[in-house]
């Protein structure tokens, strides 16, 4: 019980936007420690510019949105600056929708959500039904891979969620597809892959999309959980380069991208054309979260 209590008390100390608001998020935090434990039931929460999401306890894919804001702060900041209501965004790796309620919520860009597990999708479709979304969102309760097949995907770990190679307790089997099964039909501003470590076999389905130059950015965690099907975070982050994009780190206060040398630890932004990307990052509407504007 004290370690993530721990764990959630020093994420929210280094949160670039609450770190400034602490008073703020601790408040946000036991208020909803307090409130979920009466709630057996998902219950609507206000997110951001009018957008609303459905939260429980130990719900973790969104409640940290309710201490700080924006859970994923850099990444959720630039997906608000770059995407425009003409492009199309591809969240892979769904979970319950907060980058999709983001991205068609509040910039009312086209998303297609994929989103494995059932009981977390079923949670995708209510949070698209909350913010009337339908028009927008089309929700797929399908694994995204290198080719159509289908394979073990666990059901009940929440963010951690993930396929299985032999068949588990807690693991149904799913249907998996290439994205480029969606193209050229849908030709992504934007992609955000958040796969537990099955990034490799997602690109490796999406060979004609990921040379589409409309595509510029690609928002990937590589933290080495791709070991476990023997792939190699290293040799992503080079087929990326040599695909013409570059690894960043984003400043949302300063609106300020810096080359960074390697991919990060989790989430990294890739970019590529990147005076078209700084343009619209300059250019683009401010955000309101913690009372700031963003």
């Known amino acids: 019980m004290l370690a993530p209590l721990k764990r959630t008390l020093r994420f929210i100390q280094q949160h670039p936007l609450a770190k400034k608001h602490l008073l703020k998020a601790y408040t946000n935090f036991f208020r909803w420690q307090l409130i979920s434990r009466f709630y057996d039931k998902a219950i609507p929460i206000k997110f951001i510019e009018g957008t609303r999401f459905l939260a429980k306890k130990r719900l973790t894919g ?7 804001g924006l859970h994923e702060f850099e990444e959720m900041s630039f997906l608000l600056h770059f995407l425009r209501r003409e492009d199309t965004f591809l969240d892979i790796g769904a979970n319950v929708g907060a980058y999709t309620i983001l991205a068609s919520g509040v910039v009312k860009a086209k998303s297609i959500a994929f989103e494995p ?19 927008l ?4 309760n399908i694994g995204v891979g290198e080719r159509c097949t289908k394979m073990h995907f666990t059901q009940n770990l929440d963010t951690t969620n993930h396929f299985e190679l032999t068949a588990s307790e807690d693991s149904i089997r799913v249907d998996i597809l290439p994205l480029d099964f969606f193209y050229p039909e849908h030709r992504p501003a934007m ?3 958040d796969v537990e470590g099955f990034e490799t076999a997602v690109l490796n389905g ?5 040379k589409d130059p409309l595509l ?6 590589l933290n080495g959980c791709g070991e476990k099907y023997g792939y190699d975070d290293t040799k992503i982050n080079q087929q990326l380069i040599n695909l013409g994009f570059n690894p ?3 400043d949302p206060f300063s609106r300020e991208l810096h080359l960074i040398n390697t991919y990060g630890a989790f989430n990294t932004i890739y970019i590529r054309n ?5 343009n619209r990052l300059i250019n683009a509407k401010p955000f309101h979260v913690f009372n700031e504007k963003v």
């Open 117 to 135: 597990a059932l009981s977390t999708f079923k949670l995708l479709e209510a949070n698209i039904e909350l913010n009337n979304l339908n028009k």
């Open 62 to 68: 969104i409640t940290g949105n309710i201490y700080v």
């Open 206 to 210: 999406a060979a004609k999309l990921l």
């Open 191 to 193: 992609l955000k892959i």
């Open 274 to 278: 990147i005076g078209f990307v700084k």
């Open 216 to 221: 510029k950015v690609i928002i990937i965690e």
């Open 137 to 140: 969102v089309t929700c797929q």
């Open 248 to 250: 960043f780190k984003y």
